[in-house]
Structure formats: C-alpha cells, structure tokens
C-alpha cells in the first residue's frame, strides 16, 4: 500500500457519503469477498464504497466518512511485511483527521497498535463462535460471534475495554473509534475465501498444525448465516453512531 501523494482533497458537501474498506489480499475477488456482509450493509446504507488492496495507493482518507480495517493473514506486530508501515501511517493520518475507524481482528489489532497498545501472539487462539462479556451491549452485544485468530491486543493508553472473554480482551473504543478481535462479517462465502487462501498462508499453516475442525466450523456458519448477518448490522449501526458523536 502506498501513501498518497496529497490529502489537501477537501469532499464538497454535495458529494456521496463514501466508505473505505483496507483489505490484505492483492487478489480483487478476495479482498472483495473478504468484506463480507460488512460491505452489503454499509451499502445498503447509502454510502459509496472503495476498497484498497495492499498494492493499490491510498486515497485521500478526509474524503471519507470511515475506514474499515480487515482481517489478514499476517501478524500486525510482524514489521517485515512488506505494507505494513505504510498502513500504520496511513491510520494514524486518520486518526489525525478524525476520520473513524472500525477495525476487525487483524484491523482491530493494527487499531490498538497505532493507539499505542501491544498486539502478541495469544496464549488461547479461538477459532469458531464464542459469546464475550461486554459492559455495552448496546455497542457491542455478547454474540455469539466468530473468531479466527492466532494473535490478540491490549487495551491502548485512553481506551475504553468494551467486551472481553476468558481468552482476550475482545473490543474496545477510542473515541469514535471500534477495534473488535472477532468477525462480524462471517458468512459462508467468507469462510470458503478464507479456506481457498490458506494453502499459503501462515494462518493456513497454524490452522492445520492445530488440527482444527473445519467441518464442524463449516456447518456451524451456515447454520448462523442469518443471525450471523443480523449481528454485523447491529454492529455497524453501533459504530456509525458512535462515529456521528462529538468525541
């Protein structure tokens, strides 16, 4: 991802309330596929979308109304990677131009970091649904929600601690904005683009190293689809009005 060359764009009061997505695959189809139904609700809620892959260049973040950060299948403490700093950069001018953030486990983990938190490798993974203890359930309710992660955050100097569980510490707010570790936009099409992109990935490694039960994970995300669905609505319709506040 390369930063871009200005952000003196200023978005004229006329023009259509846009969202970004960041996404970690250079292959369009799964970056797209990887927005999950995030993306079908932040559409169906007017607003103009544009997803950025790793090797694209950053927009004029200002001439968005939010950013969502994705999940990946590297490590958001692994500065080898070869976008990785330009990304952190590129969420700290957005943080300086007040421009909200939902981040979503790899993307909530990059949130605590640039906040000034510590993402480790985790004790627990989780892997499959999982219901968190949350002091605003009106944010963020207790699930269940889906979880794959190898990788977990602290609490960033200033945050409010929203959800947690027995594993990690599962949201938290800064502001107007939202790091979760699980994933909200699960459903079986994003499950079939996760497995298809493992045979290359660290992740893919961990998954089949840990012996993980893909088919009992398979059926369980069909099974939720709808409510699965119906929870990232009401997820995102908490962020955005958490984005709207005059934090």
């Known amino acids: 991802m390369k930063l871009p060359a200005s952000s003196a764009t200023v978005r004229p009061d006329t023009a259509p309330a846009r969202a970004l997505f960041l996404v970690h695959d250079d292959d369009t189809d799964r970056g797209i596929a990887d927005t999950g139904t995030l993306r079908e609700h932040v559409a169906e809620r007017g607003y103009e979308i544009e997803i950025v ?4 260049e950053f927009p004029d ?14 490590a958001a403490y692994d500065d080898s990677v070869p976008w990785l700093a330009a990304e952190i950069a ?34 627990t993974p989780e892997h499959g649904y999982v219901t968190v203890e949350t002091v605003a359930p009106e944010l963020v309710s207790r699930g269940p929600w889906m979880q794959m992660h190898f990788d977990r955050f602290t609490l960033p100097p200033g945050a409010r601690e ?4 027995g594993a990690a510490l599962q949201a938290f707010t800064f502001g107007k904005n939202l790091g979760v570790q699980f994933h909200p936009e699960i459903s ?4 079939a683009t996760w497995q298809a992109s493992w045979a290359a990935t660290r992740e893919g490694q961990l998954v089949v190293e840990r ?30 009005a958490l984005a709207r506040t005059s934090v």
């Open 211 to 240: 012996g993980i039960d893909l088919q009992q994970i398979t059926a369980e995300i069909s099974a939720r689809a709808d409510e699965s669905r119906t929870n990232c609505g009401l997820l995102l319709d908490a962020f955005l």
């Open 90 to 123: 590129y969420l700290r001018s957005a943080l300086a131009a007040n421009v909200p953030i939902l981040g979503v486990c790899f993307g909530g983990q990059l949130l605590s970091r640039v906040l000034g938190g510590k993402v480790k490798r985790s004790e």
């Open 53 to 56: 892959h790793p090797s694209d």
């Open 162 to 165: 929203i959800a947690r569980n």
């Open 61 to 74: 973040v200002t001439t968005f109304e939010f950013v969502i950060v994705m999940g990946s299948a590297e």
């Open 188 to 191: 079986p099409a994003v499950w």
